[in-house]
């Protein structure tokens, strides 16, 4: 039988997910070369110091945070995600607009009458 996870351990676990949920945010308010990880860490509640720990440099949380993005909205843009090329800003326009798209997908199928397990996951 499997222990259940402490809260402290519940938290570790989350940890990367809402630094990267943060670090979204911040690339898409200020762009990439604007975008401080001392920003990213206030919003995420955490201090810089963390963030290295779980990401080595502000390039590794870019490309974590656009598979994360990818996988939450989309399941398949996660391989379309890792054909991204060019700059770091041409790369989250294009995830933005396959974002929206996904969004503009779901709700259409929605609006089809769907059933809710057939409606593409958020």
């Known amino acids: 039988m499997k222990p259940e996870m402490t809260k402290r351990a519940r938290r570790k676990a989350e940890r990367p997910a809402e630094i990267l949920d943060a670090a979204f945010e911040e690339f898409v308010k200020n762009g990439y070369a604007a975008t401080r990880l001392e920003d990213v860490a206030a919003r995420a509640n955490v ?9 080595e440099t502000k390039e590794r949380v870019f490309d974590e945070m656009i598979r994360h993005k990818s996988r939450a909205f989309f399941p398949e843009l996660g391989s379309y995600a890792e054909t991204l090329e060019g700059s770091y800003t ?6 933005v607009v396959a974002r ?10 929605a609006g089809a009458g769907l059933p809710p397990e057939e409606i593409l996951p958020r």
Not at 90 to 95: D, G, N, T
Not at 100 to 109: D, I
């Open 47 to 55: 201090t810089k110091g963390t963030i290295y720990f779980y990401f």
């Open 90 to 95: 041409s790369r989250l326009h294009a995830l």
């Open 100 to 109: 929206r798209l996904a969004a503009c997908v779901r709700l259409r199928r």
